[in-house]
């Protein structure tokens, strides 16, 4: 029975990578020893029809064109989120898990902002409504001012005719009365 | 297994799609083979092939010695082939394996050196993974030791023994399928069979 250190200096024999008087030796070994002399015979003729059969397979002619054709849709139109999704997310239990993490953190989001967020929102509407009451009220000045200045340059002027005449009635009242 | 020339892999960092589809031409075959012998579903090639040149496309920048260019994509296919196995283990957990015997019987009629093909893969992987992926570099891609090596980060004295207990297991496991009646081209090439 062949031992494991026989079967590696056969081994290595095979391959070729024995030094000199090792090869010597496992040639001795092969040529007295039918066990020895069985295993290689074995172990060549298998390497042998491997390396026919496997190691001679035809060129796939198509597998240049797939290879490049995957590597440009994964390396060029995916960004790296689409390929973290991809990657992470796909999965159903990551996927709930992940849902219920952002679902988590929302809801501990708006408790914690709720306060601040009500407080900004009516303080706003106060200053709102106190800067719409101002401006009615400026308007209706502005409106009240506006009125009065037309009112004033609408009405009739007073002409020299008009006091000469109201000079002259009020002489004469004073001479009748003299 | 190919070289590649420096400048090509300068351009492919450039980002020039013309050198990647060169890199890509050099070694689609050779990796094309190793995954399929790595891989408990060979269909599968094609996603692994994909993603070990997207993980090339996005690391390459970061290799120092581009001389081991090839022995780290080797690296990166065989970490592809472990994940994609191990997926795959946990996904046929509940269903039973075919047993070999079985899946040489229904291509033992007509057999051509397709089925052969097909047998000789199947036979590997039988074997445990580590000893699949040395076999499928020494046995189908031809690479050295030292080559294996810095493709598996191991050192070379593992690579030496895990081959031989690799082999071992080999030719006992081809034996036993011999003897089911699959691999007649072993016994009918050139009188030096293994039955």
């Known amino acids: 029975m062949l031992n494991d250190y026989l079967k590696k200096m056969i081994s290595e024999y095979a391959d070729d990578a024995l ?7 496992v040639s001795d070994l092969i040529a007295r020893n039918r066990e020895a002399e069985e295993y290689f015979t074995r172990l060549q003729s298998l390497r042998r029809l491997t390396a026919e059969r496997l190691g001679d397979e035809p060129e796939d002619p198509t597998l240049e064109l797939r290879m490049m054709n995957a590597l440009r849709l994964r390396s060029y ?17 990551t996927a709930t898990a992940v849902a219920f993490a952002i679902l988590v953190i929302v809801l501990f989001l708006f408790s914690w902002f709720q306060a601040p967020v009500t407080r900004f929102l009516s303080d706003t509407q106060a200053k709102v409504e106190r800067l ?11 409106r009240q001012e506006l009125t009065e200045s037309l009112g004033e340059l609408l009405a009739p002027p007073i002409s020299d005719d008009d006091e000469d005449k109201r000079t002259g009635s009020t002489m004469d009242q004073e001479v009748s009365v003299a | 297994m190919v070289e590649i020339p420096s400048s090509l892999l300068i351009g492919c960092i450039s980002g020039d799609d013309t050198c990647w589809q060169e890199l890509i031409r050099l070694t689609g075959g050779h990796f094309q083979r190793i995954a399929r012998v790595n891989l408990r579903d060979p269909s599968l090639t094609d996603d692994v092939l994909q993603e070990t040149y997207f993980k090339v496309f996005r690391n390459l920048h970061k290799l120092r010695d581009r001389s081991r260019a090839v022995p780290w994509m080797v690296q990166i296919l065989i970490n592809e082939c472990r994940m994609m196995n191990r997926k795959l283990k946990r996904e046929a957990q509940n269903e039973s394996e075919e047993s070999l015997s079985y899946q040489l019987a229904s291509t033992a009629d007509g057999r051509g050196r397709e089925e052969t093909r097909e047998i000789l893969g ?12 040395v076999l499928a570099l020494r046995e189908i891609e031809g690479l050295d030791y030292e080559e294996i090596a810095r ?9 030496r023994s895990r081959l031989a207990r690799a082999r071992d297991a080999w030719v006992e496991l081809a034996g036993k399928v011999i003897e089911e009646g699959g691999l007649a081209d072993l016994c009918l090439e050139g009188g030096d069979g293994v039955a």
């Open chain 1, 19 to 25: 030094d000199l008087d090792a090869t010597r030796q």
């Open chain 2, 151 to 159: 493709a598996l980060r191991i050192p070379v004295g593992t690579v």
């Open chain 1, 132 to 142: 719409s009451d101002e401006a009615q009220t400026e308007l209706t000045e502005r």
């Open chain 1, 77 to 93: 139109e995916r960004t790296w989120w689409e390929r973290v999704f991809a990657s992470r997310v796909l999965s159903p239990r």
């Open chain 2, 122 to 133: 199947r036979l590997l992987r039988r074997l445990p993974e580590h000893f699949r992926e």
